[in-house]
């Protein structure tokens, strides 16, 4: 049930969902309100090919009270349309602790993350993000868009591919604290604007983070935000 726990208890072999569902792949979790703990294991090869739906990865909606940790997503391959992320769509007031997305591929139209698209509360702690991330509007390494969530000790080496609002870490900042984090990327987008190392548009706190991004945009430009 969208309430229970789950535990995994071996890798698990994925790549077969890309003909799931006439090619859609997996379909997402779409109201989530349990723990998932993943005890380090990897989900591999992972297939979520929705562009036409909102609130996508392997959680679609994250309810307050929900929890995933220690879940290893390795080379995923997810596509929506609105809020897309490589683990949780859309978060609102849970907790992602000790997770990873590693050389993912992450698309989207709006509020495009690798970890988590859109997160509204709750708490995302050390959780590590890799591989491509590309939407038009609203775009990061770890999230879209973060609205009053606690960030603590995560970071991303992921490249960023959008036109506007995007950021290394995340794309738009535009409450809650983040600190101790980091990102490493790549923003290579001649064409865009709003755009930073570590984030693009920011209102909210950041605490002891840093930027090694390498970045190349338009117009409102920084190495950090």
């Not at 077969?16 to 090869?45: A, H, L, M, V």
């Not at 929705?50 to 009270?65: A, E, H, K, Q």
């Not at 038009?136 to 999230?143: C, E, Q, S």
């Not at 002891?208 to 935000?225: D, E, I, K, L």
């Amino acid at each position: 049930p969208w309430f229970g726990n789950y535990t995994l208890t071996a890798n698990i072999a994925a790549k077969s969902t890309q003909e799931w569902n006439s090619q859609k792949g997996f379909e997402p979790i779409t109201k989530f309100c349990g723990t998932i703990d993943g005890k380090r294991y990897k989900i591999k090869n992972l297939y979520i090919q929705r562009t036409d739906m909102d609130n996508v990865g392997v959680v679609s909606y994250l309810c307050p009270g929900g929890k995933v940790t220690m879940l290893i997503l390795e080379n995923c391959h997810i596509s929506g349309s609105c809020k897309v992320g490589g683990l949780v769509g859309k978060n609102v007031r849970g907790t992602i602790d000790n997770c990873k997305v590693t050389d993912g591929e992450i698309k989207g139209e709006v509020y495009v993350g690798g970890l988590i698209g859109q997160s509204n509360g709750g708490s995302i702690v050390k959780s590590i993000v890799s591989g491509t991330i590309e939407g038009y509007d609203t775009v990061g390494g770890v999230l879209g868009q973060n609205i009053d969530t606690s960030i603590t000790a995560c970071g991303t080496s992921a490249q960023i591919k959008g036109d506007i609002n995007l950021g290394g870490f995340v794309g738009l900042h535009s409450s809650g604290t983040i600190s101790e984090c980091y990102a490493k990327g790549t923003i290579n987008e001649p064409g865009s604007q709003f755009v930073g190392g570590f984030v693009g548009n920011n209102a909210g706190h950041i605490i002891n983070c840093y930027s090694t991004s390498r970045v190349t945009a338009y117009a409102n430009t920084g190495g950090f935000s």
